[in-house]
């Protein structure tokens, strides 16, 4: 008696699913997609829940083409993920500030592969997908889309005793091709080299491993030293650092990765000194790529390359004056062994361009501030549930996924 009752409710439930209409159904479809495509991506997650069209519908990879286009040529408020590994456990949430401000607060991600890499980093985001490296063992390697839960675990590449790793990932716009860059420095004898200040590792090999590929591929050695961050700008197709000073050299240089032939090339630096301080750093800015140097009395200066590889097109766009948060005004202790990214928490850090033209801006790991160039004002943003420490990632969030071999 008791299973034909089941049998019954769930034959029920499936009529009403069926039978539920929401209007939509009688659009054609490319109007529906056009609709869809033009929502928030925090709204696209949440209407695959309505009903099952509707699910069908959010999984339609033409839909996740359309969003992601739209989303990349219209110049609205980002998707922000907050990066937290305070006190221990890493955690990813999420802003999204083309939401109202005050229906605005901060939503953590459920990471489904967590329990596997308890501890990472954050490589890089690109056209909606995350890539996320295991911060104890630089092994593990997954491409995440934190919005549809999808992910990819990569394959497993060479790995050194005693190894420093600097990563990139992008994507190239003319071979359709994501890929994933490690650049490892090394040394075979741990008692050499040994230095007051920081460890030497004079050897070095570059791999790259192409999503959908069964291996990594090693192109061998790199005469550039990179300072220890991942890659701060994907700008047509390559990806970008500053190198390490050397003894005899002490001037710092801009090296692109061209994602399609796999070159590495010298990018002429704007005329702002070394872009030696620790806080100087690469970004985006409107699809250019730009570099934030900062100067005295903790100022803080954004210069733009207008022709991407032409020396002459650097100019100065912002010149930002210094502030201090509401927030830093509270006295708290910055946990230097716990909090990884310390040694890559800058005073402030250039994040990106808003709708109205302000300039966001990240200090101290701790706190978000809007700065209007135009009138000269600092405004901080407050939100709901903003972790203590974080490092901020600028997310185009979509539906997008990867077609992998396994996948087709």
């Not at 890659?231 to 390559?238: F, P």
Request: glycine share 4%; aromatic share 12%.
């Amino acid at each position: 008696m008791e299973l034909e009752d089941k049998q019954r409710d769930h034959k029920r439930r499936k009529v009403e699913d069926e039978q539920q209409t929401t209007g939509m159904e009688i659009l054609p479809r490319e109007i529906v997609l056009d609709i869809f495509s033009r929502l928030p991506i925090s709204s696209l997650v949440q209407f695959k829940f309505v009903c099952r069209a509707w699910r069908t519908l959010a999984q339609d990879p033409l839909l996740a083409i359309a969003n992601l286009h739209i989303t990349s040529k219209a110049e609205k408020n980002p998707c922000l993920i907050l990066h937290s590994d305070f006190p221990i456990r890493n955690q990813l949430s999420f802003i999204d500030l083309s939401m109202s401000h005050k229906d605005n607060k901060v939503r953590k991600f459920q990471i489904p592969f967590h329990a596997k890499m308890p501890e990472f980093d954050a490589v890089g985001s690109c056209n909606g997908l995350l890539c996320l490296s295991d911060s104890l063992y630089n092994d593990a390697l997954y491409v995440y889309n934190p919005f549809t839960r999808d992910y990819l675990e990569l394959p497993k590449s060479m790995q050194y005793l005693d190894q420093e790793v600097v990563f990139g990932f992008g994507f190239h716009p003319t071979t359709k091709e994501y890929k994933v860059i490690k650049i490892i420095y090394y040394r075979k004898n741990c008692s050499n080299f040994q230095r007051a200040r920081r460890i030497i590792y004079p050897r070095s090999d570059v791999q790259v491993y192409t999503v959908g590929t069964p291996a990594w591929r090693s192109l061998g050695k790199l005469t550039y030293q990179f300072v220890r961050r991942p890659s701060e700008a994907l700008v047509n197709g390559r990806l970008h650092w500053v190198t390490r000073p050397k003894r005899y050299s002490p001037a710092r240089r801009i090296v692109s990765f061209d994602i399609a032939d796999e070159q590495f090339r010298e990018v002429p630096k704007p005329d702002c000194g070394s872009l030696d301080r620790c806080n100087d750093h690469l970004a985006v800015l409107r699809g250019c790529l730009s570099a934030a140097v900062y100067g005295n009395y903790a100022k803080l200066e954004i210069w733009v390359m207008k022709d991407y590889n032409v020396k002459e097109s650097w100019i100065k766009q912002f010149n930002i004056g210094a502030y201090i948060p509401k927030g830093l005004k509270h006295n708290l202790d910055r946990p230097l062994k716990i909090w990884k990214n310390a040694s890559n928490g800058r005073v402030v850090r250039f994040v990106c361009i808003l709708e109205k033209g302000e300039i966001l801006l990240e200090y101290k790991s701790r706190a978000l501030v809007s700065y209007d160039p135009k009138r000269g004002i600092f405004k901080d943003l407050v939100v709901k549930g903003i972790p203590n420490w974080f490092q901020t990632i600028v997310h185009q969030g979509s539906l997008n996924w990867i077609d992998t071999p396994q996948d087709m």
